[in-house]
C-alpha cells in the first residue's frame, strides 16, 4: 500500500499574529545548535530579526491606523516567506522522517491544524479606558488571576488587576492612549497556574 510521505507544514494564513511569532522564535531555539540542521536556507537570526520587526508592528497596530495595520502586514508577510523558505529546507533535509521535523519546531501534515486565535485575548471595552480581557477555559480552573504591566521590558512590576470566576475580566480606570501589557493565571485544587504568554494593547 502506498505511503504518503510526512510533509513539513508550511502554511501559516491562519495563524494569529501572536502565535505567529512564538512559532517563529521556536523554530529558532529548536534548529539553533541542532546537528539535523547544520547550514539552513535561512539563518536563524534573520528569522530572529523578522519575528522581532513583526512583534514591533503589530504592537502599533493594536489601536493605530490603517498605516499601521498594513505595516504590520507587510512585516508579517515578510516573516511567513522567511518560515516557509525554511520549512522547504526542513522538509527537504528530513525526507519524511516525522521526528526530524517535529525537531525543528515545525509541524506536520500528520498534525491537527494549528488553533486560529491566541488562547488570551484583549479587545477594547464599550467606555473609555476599558479592556476586557480573555482566556480560552481550561478544565479544573476555579478561578482566574489578571495582571497589567505598562511595560515588562522596561521591568515595571506587574500588579493585580482583578480576580475572577469567569474566563473574562474587564480592566477599568485605563488611561486612554498609553499601551498596557496583561496576562492571566487561573487558580486550581493544585495551586497557581503559570502565567499566560502577555498580551499588550492601547487603551482608548
Request: charged share 20%; net charge positive.
Amino acid at each position: 500500500m502506498y505511503m504518503r510521505k510526512v510533509k513539513v507544514i508550511i502554511n501559516f494564513l491562519r495563524i494569529a499574529v501572536p502565535s505567529l511569532i512564538e512559532f517563529a522564535r521556536n523554530v529558532v531555539t529548536k534548529m539553533t545548535g541542532n546537528t539535523n540542521f547544520p547550514t539552513p536556507d535561512v539563518p536563524p537570526a534573520q528569522i530572529t530579526a523578522a519575528a522581532g520587526a513583526l512583534e514591533t508592528k503589530y504592537n502599533a497596530a493594536q489601536g493605530g491606523g490603517k498605516q499601521q495595520t498594513a505595516d504590520m502586514h507587510q512585516a508579517r508577510k515578510a516573516l511567513e516567506d522567511l518560515l516557509h523558505k525554511q520549512g522547504l529546507y526542513v522538509e527537504r533535509i528530513a525526507n519524511g522522517n516525522e521526528a526530524i521535523i517535529l525537531g525543528s519546531g515545525y509541524g506536520t501534515s500528520k498534525q491537527p491544524a494549528p488553533a486560529l486565535h491566541p488562547d488570551f485575548t484583549v479587545v477594547n471595552g464599550k467606555h473609555e479606558g476599558e479592556m476586557i480581557l480573555k482566556h480560552k477555559a481550561v478544565k479544573g480552573a476555579a478561578a482566574w488571576v489578571w495582571e497589567l504591566c505598562p511595560d515588562p521590558l522596561a521591568d515595571e512590576k506587574w500588579v493585580v488587576a482583578g480576580y475572577s470566576s469567569q474566563t473574562t475580566f474587564t480592566a477599568k480606570g485605563l488611561k486612554p492612549g498609553t499601551k498596557y501589557w496583561f496576562r492571566a493565571a487561573y487558580i486550581a485544587k493544585d495551586g497557581l497556574s503559570q502565567w499566560c504568554d502577555p498580551f499588550s494593547k492601547i487603551a482608548m
